[in-house]
């Protein structure tokens, strides 16, 4: 293979190869006893978007807080305040949700993998990246901007589809 042919692999800045990327509401609006879910950073653990505590808004909020955040299925959702850098895809079939200001919302372009995103999002390089930017001193938090500069490594679709199969087959075998 001639060195023109061979794949290339970027390294691009987050807001580069994204299409997306806001983070939750800042003032979320009050608790109701019937509407729908407002989630915050402690919903998403293990590549996954749990729905057992969070807290219910109005419809009328949710449209609003929706309008913003427009979430959608394959979505990356990345934890950036307290718990730093916990992602999970949004899977299909799940239940309409808005985001406290702990969670950002990632749309990855066409050619990057959501689920690619969310392993590289949780490598020890850009775990150190968060870490070093993170900012507040009650609780630290990566603001947007910098998130956007995170520093990405994009490889061909191919190899990103072969990077998600081992490692989700590994993390099979962990869970075997």
Same mark, same amino acid.
């Given at each position: 293979? $001639?060195?023109a $042919?061979s #794949?290339?692999?970027?390294?691009r800045n987050l807001?580069g190869?994204?299409t997306?990327?806001?983070?939750g509401s800042?003032n979320?609006?009050? /608790?109701?006893?019937?509407g729908l879910?407002? !989630?915050s950073?402690?919903?998403? +653990?293990r590549g996954?978007?749990?729905? +057992?505590d969070?807290?219910?808004i109005s419809?009328?909020?949710?449209? $609003?807080?929706?309008?913003?955040?427009?979430?959608a299925? @394959?979505d990356?959702l !990345? =934890?950036?305040?307290?718990?730093? @850098?916990r992602?999970?895809?949004?899977?299909e079939?799940?239940? #309409?949700f808005?985001l406290?200001?702990?969670?950002?919302? !990632?749309?990855?372009a066409?050619? *990057?993998l959501?689920?690619f995103?969310?392993?590289? !999002?949780? $490598?020890?390089?850009?775990? /150190?990246?968060f870490?070093?930017?993170a900012?507040?001193?009650?609780?630290?938090g990566?603001y *947007?901007k =910098?998130l956007?500069q995170?520093?990405?490594?994009l490889?061909p679709?191919?190899?990103? =589809?072969?990077?998600v199969?081992?490692i989700? /087959?590994?993390?099979s075998?962990l +869970?075997?």
């Amino acid at each position: 293979m $001639s060195a023109a $042919s061979s #794949p290339v692999w970027e390294t691009r800045n987050l807001r580069g190869v994204v299409t997306k990327l806001v983070d939750g509401s800042h003032n979320p609006p009050p /608790k109701q006893e019937t509407g729908l879910p407002m !989630l915050s950073a402690r919903n998403i +653990d293990r590549g996954q978007v749990l729905f +057992d505590d969070y807290r219910l808004i109005s419809e009328s909020a949710f449209v $609003s807080e929706n309008a913003r955040t427009r979430i959608a299925v @394959g979505d990356v959702l !990345l =934890t950036i305040v307290g718990t730093i @850098g916990r992602t999970a895809v949004v899977p299909e079939g799940v239940q #309409p949700f808005s985001l406290q200001r702990s969670v950002a919302v !990632l749309t990855p372009a066409e050619n *990057l993998l959501p689920k690619f995103l969310c392993y590289q !999002l949780q $490598s020890p390089a850009i775990q /150190k990246h968060f870490e070093a930017n993170a900012r507040g001193t009650a609780q630290k938090g990566v603001y *947007l901007k =910098t998130l956007g500069q995170t520093p990405i490594v994009l490889p061909p679709m191919d190899v990103q =589809t072969e990077i998600v199969a081992e490692i989700d /087959k590994q993390f099979s075998r962990l +869970d075997e």
